[in-house]
């Protein structure tokens, strides 16, 4: 019996943990944004401080899901190969050395979706299930 209950708890964790990690993560630009693709090294160079552009030389601005969301981690493991702590470390040293600030930061998907289709220099993450016209993926996280 014993082995059952186990056994049962451990194959409902796993469905479980694998519908939490399904969520496709992708890389947002404004529909009007002539931009149609990019490469994972330079949105890292983006939302790193790194570049300040896309490739066609417009000016590109960050937009960051809040400190904490399961999204920003997963973004910056997925984009930067860096967790949440060396993010952090990042940010501090960058800011103390003025080479750079930290992306805007917006609350959730739906803010970031609007700030992205709003602004045609913007460039954000949300999770797949939140696109809709307004905004284009240029990068898919999976």
Same mark, same amino acid.
């Given at each position: 019996?014993?082995?059952?209950?186990?056994?049962?708890?451990?194959?409902?964790?796993?469905?479980?943990?694998?519908?939490?990690?399904?969520?496709?993560?992708?890389?947002?630009?404004?529909?009007?944004?002539?931009?149609?693709?990019?490469?994972?090294?330079?949105?890292?160079?983006?939302?790193?401080?790194?570049?300040?552009?896309?490739?066609?030389?417009?000016?590109?601005?960050?937009?960051?899901? @809040?400190? =904490?969301? *399961?999204? #920003?981690?997963?973004?910056?493991?997925?984009?930067?190969? /860096?967790?949440? $702590?060396?993010?952090?470390?990042?940010?501090?040293?960058?800011?103390?050395? @003025?080479? =750079?600030? *930290?992306? #805007?930061?917006?609350?959730?998907?739906?803010?970031?979706? /609007?700030?992205? $289709?709003?602004?045609?220099?913007?460039?954000?993450?949300?999770?797949?299930?939140?696109?809709?016209?307004?905004? #284009?993926?240029?990068?898919?996280?999976?």
């Amino acid at each position: 019996m014993l082995k059952s209950t186990l056994y049962t708890a451990l194959l409902l964790g796993g469905l479980t943990g694998g519908a939490a990690s399904a969520a496709e993560l992708v890389v947002i630009v404004s529909a009007r944004t002539p931009v149609a693709a990019l490469r994972q090294d330079q949105v890292a160079g983006i939302f790193l401080a790194e570049a300040s552009s896309f490739p066609d030389g417009t000016e590109a601005m960050a937009v960051d899901q @809040g400190i =904490g969301s *399961p999204l #920003r981690d997963e973004f910056y493991q997925k984009v930067a190969n /860096r967790s949440p $702590a060396l993010m952090k470390a990042y940010w501090t040293k960058m800011i103390f050395t @003025g080479r =750079g600030q *930290p992306p #805007r930061e917006a609350p959730n998907s739906a803010a970031v979706r /609007r700030l992205v $289709a709003d602004n045609p220099g913007m460039i954000g993450y949300i999770e797949r299930a939140a696109l809709d016209p307004s905004v #284009r993926p240029v990068l898919v996280l999976k």
